[in-house]
């Protein structure tokens, strides 16, 4: 186990409930059965607050520890086009992140590879967050 993934998820600063939330999802892991919760407060198409709780691997509560870090403040469409590109970022070869994004890549890393489900699995449920 890396411990710079572990020191990712110990920062739980998000790890709330937003009871004022106007978009939500829960999803579960078919897989492994990892569960996240996110809550978010959007408004004039920002993400102005974002909580999360799980109950999942390191690896989850790593990737749903940074998303909600820096996805606060964001345009919509910037979260839009950061969930595009990890979705396949296990598929293509040579990619790198931008600048913007760089403090994903010690998650997103091809050694880590077994454990993509887990750290696509709160992308996957902000996607279906803004969806609702």
């Excluded at 059965?33 to 691997?57: A, R, V």
Aim: hydrophobic share 35%; net charge positive.
């Amino acid at each position: 186990m890396d411990i710079e993934i572990l020191q990712i998820a110990a920062d739980t600063k998000n790890n709330k409930k937003i009871k004022n939330f106007t978009h939500k999802s829960k999803f579960k892991s078919q897989l492994c059965g990892d569960e996240i919760e996110i809550s978010l407060i959007i408004k004039d198409q920002k993400i102005l607050d974002m909580g999360y709780q799980c109950k999942s691997c390191i690896y989850c509560q790593a990737s749903a520890s940074l998303l909600s870090k820096l996805s606060i403040n964001k345009p919509l469409k910037k979260i839009k086009e950061l969930s595009d590109f990890v979705n396949n970022f296990f598929k293509s070869t040579n990619v790198k992140f931008s600048k913007e994004w760089k403090a994903f890549e010690k998650l997103f890393d091809k050694k880590n590879i077994s454990r993509k489900d887990c750290i696509l699995l709160p992308f996957k449920t902000v996607t279906k967050a803004l969806k609702s």
